[in-house]
C-alpha cells in the first residue's frame, strides 16, 4: 500500500510538457530527499532523479525535479515516445522508518 | 560499476519459505558506504520496500513493518551477496522481488537494481 499519492496517469503530445506530482507528509517528503524512477514494461525500475532536482549521468536534462512542503514534482519537457513509461516518486518515511513509495504514473504520448 | 544478479525459485507453495539471493559485482557487501535492500512490486501492492541489510562496524539489518514477523535478510561475505527469506507465504506474497543498492546515507536513492525475479505463491 503505497503512502505517496501520484496521479494514475498523464498524457500530452509529442514535444510538450507534463508535470508529475508526488504528495506525502511531513514525515517522509517534507523532512528527506524524494527519489524518482522510471520503470518500462517488464524491466526493473531505473533512477531518473536523486536528491529532490539531481539528475544521475547518462539521463537526459528534458527531467527535472523539484520539492516544495511536503510535495514534490517530476516535470518531463519536450515530450517524445520514448517516454512512455511508468514514474514513482520514494522517499525515507521517519515514522515508519521504511522507504515509501509512490503509487506510479503512467505517462502516454499521443 | 556495481551489478546485481538475482537467483531463486519462481514457484513456492504456500505456507512455505521464499528465498531469493542476490550476487553482488563492483561493490562488496560489508562495504561502509552501502546498504542492500530487497523490494517488491505488485499490482495490488504497488511498490514495498521490505527490508535492508547494512555494515557500519558490525552488522544491521531493517524491516518494513508489514512482514517484520516473517523476513530475515542475511549476508555472506564469502559469496559477496546478500539474501531474502520470507516465511509463511500466502499468495498475497506473488510479487516481482528486486535487490538494491543505497549508496552513501541510508535514506539515499535505489541503484542499481537486480534484474527482478517474479515469485508466484500457488499450490
Known amino acids: 500500500q503505497s503512502v505517496l499519492t501520484q496521479p494514475p496517469s498523464v498524457s500530452e503530445a509529442p514535444r510538450q510538457r507534463v508535470t508529475i506530482s508526488c504528495s506525502g507528509s511531513?514525515?517522509?517528503?517534507?523532512?528527506?530527499?524524494v527519489h524518482w524512477y522510471q520503470q518500462f514494461p517488464g524491466e526493473a525500475p531505473k533512477l531518473l532523479i536523486y536528491?529532490?532536482?539531481l539528475l544521475p549521468s547518462g539521463v537526459s536534462d528534458r527531467f527535472s525535479g523539484s520539492k516544495s512542503g511536503t510535495s514534490a514534482s517530476l516535470a518531463i519537457s519536450g515530450l517524445q515516445s520514448e517516454d512512455e513509461a511508468d514514474y514513482f516518486c520514494?522517499?525515507?518515511?521517519?515514522?515508519?522508518?521504511?522507504?515509501?513509495f509512490g503509487t506510479g504514473t503512467k505517462v502516454t504520448v499521443l | 560499476q556495481v551489478q546485481l544478479q538475482q537467483s531463486g525459485p519462481g514457484l513456492v507453495k504456500p505456507s512455505q519459505t521464499l528465498s531469493l539471493t542476490c550476487a553482488i559485482s563492483g561493490d562488496s557487501v560489508s562495504s561502509n558506504g552501502a546498504a542492500w535492500n530487497w523490494i517488491r512490486q505488485s499490482p495490488s501492492r504497488g511498490l514495498e520496500w521490505l527490508g535492508r541489510t547494512y555494515y557500519r562496524s558490525r552488522w544491521h539489518t531493517d524491516y518494513a513493518i508489514s512482514v517484520k514477523s516473517r523476513i530475515t535478510i542475511n549476508s555472506d561475505t564469502s559469496k559477496n551477496q546478500f539474501s531474502l527469506h520470507l516465511t509463511s507465504v500466502t499468495p498475497e506474497d506473488t510479487a516481482v522481488y528486486y535487490c538494491t543498492r543505497v549508496g552513501g546515507n541510508l535514506g539515499n536513492w535505489f541503484d542499481p537494481w537486480g534484474q527482478g525475479t517474479t515469485v508466484i505463491v500457488s499450490s
Open positions: 536528491y529532490d532536482d
Open positions: 511531513s514525515s517522509n517528503i517534507g523532512n528527506n530527499a
Open positions: 520514494a522517499a525515507w518515511d521517519d515514522t515508519l522508518n521504511s522507504y515509501v
